[in-house]
């Protein structure tokens, strides 16, 4: 059997996943969690084979529960789940360590079949975005990523100083230099303009 750990913030579609996937005999789902937190500690408690998670969750985002799940000792494998369908977002997921990228309004037998191939230690990814994917890189680096989601958020400069514990000058820079790189108007713009890609 393979062991599955669902994270997943909208109950119905939890609800949803963990139904259609306890169809198949070779499936068990293990765990249900409604954010990055709580399924970062069940799969401690638990151990799955592998995650399935969506991207985008209070708290604790999949991406951000991917990168803490391959430093545990017996890394589960991990599937975004998601809506989005961004190249940004599918490098991202690479980078951190995912082994599969699948949109949620794919066929639920074609979820069934992703978690086979990544629970034998292969990938699935969906392949309308793997070739877009690396058309257009990501210009951020992790901090001017880190920075602008918190103006996006509407911090102000100090706020985001204090919070990443920097100085208010260096959060300047780091605005600067994303609003550069995207050649946007201010960081409200740079912000929308990142997010459209999946960057943020």
């Known amino acids: 059997m393979i062991r599955i750990l669902i994270a997943e913030d909208q109950a119905m579609v939890l609800g949803a996943l963990s139904a259609l996937l306890e169809i198949e005999s070779d499936l068990e789902v293990i765990g249900q969690a409604r954010n990055g937190s709580e399924a970062l500690t069940l799969a401690h408690k638990h151990h799955p084979d592998v995650v399935v998670t969506d991207i985008e969750m209070p708290g604790m985002t999949g991406l951000d529960l991917a990168a803490a799940l391959r430093e545990q000792e017996r890394a589960p494998r991990v599937i975004i789940l998601t809506t989005f369908a961004r190249p940004g977002y599918l490098r991202r997921a690479l980078d951190v360590g995912a082994s599969g990228y699948l949109l949620k309004d794919a066929p639920s037998a074609q979820l069934a079949d992703a978690i086979r191939r990544v629970a034998a230690g292969g990938r699935a990814i969906d392949p309308s975005l793997a070739a877009e994917a690396w058309t257009e890189p ?29 100085s ?3 959060v300047r820079n780091y605005l600067s230099e994303s609003i550069g790189k995207l050649g946007a108007k201010n960081r409200v713009e740079a912000a929308r303009m990142a997010r459209q890609k999946g960057w943020l």
Request: glycine share 12%.
């Open 138 to 166: 990501d210009p951020l680096t992790d901090r001017e990523r880190q920075v602008l989601r918190l103006a996006d958020e509407g911090l102000s400069g100090g706020e985001i100083a204090r919070r990443l514990k920097l």
């Open 168 to 170: 208010e000058g260096t």
